[in-house]
């Protein structure tokens, strides 16, 4: 079992930055996967971004391309999401998760499917 814990949201003005973590309970960290999704109120979970295990391969929802960055550090076994340029539209639930799925195609990580764990969630408001 992996647990996946989430920090960093907070309250931010448009036009802002956060940084938020995801710390993984694991000695194996660097066999996952990781992705970011939210879940805005009254809205379906959405896929935010993904890295692969070694860090090599990003993708991106087409909504925080260029203005949000996925990261890892395997030796911490964190996984890091930098917004840039906030908008209100941005406003959600942030989740991370791990999946031990091998997919040669990053964009396969896309969707919910492959993920095994899933961490509680760190709300971030963008706000005036």
């Known amino acids: 079992q992996v647990q996946l814990v989430e920090s960093g949201g907070g309250l931010v003005q448009p036009g802002g930055s956060l940084r938020l973590s995801c710390a993984a309970s694991t000695r194996t960290f660097s066999n996952y996967a990781m992705g970011w999704f939210r879940q805005a109120p009254g809205k379906e979970r959405e896929f935010v971004a993904a890295?692969?295990?070694?860090?090599?391969?990003?993708y991106y929802s087409d909504s925080v391309k260029g203005r949000f960055t996925i990261s890892r550090d395997n030796a911490k076994n964190t996984v890091y999401l930098q917004m840039n340029s906030l908008k209100p539209e941005d406003t959600a639930v942030y989740y991370c998760a791990a999946s031990r799925q091998y997919y040669s195609q990053i964009a396969s990580y896309s969707v919910a499917g492959p993920y095994n764990y899933w961490g509680q969630g760190t709300q971030v408001t963008v706000s005036s």
């Open positions: 890295i692969d295990n070694s860090g090599a391969n990003t």
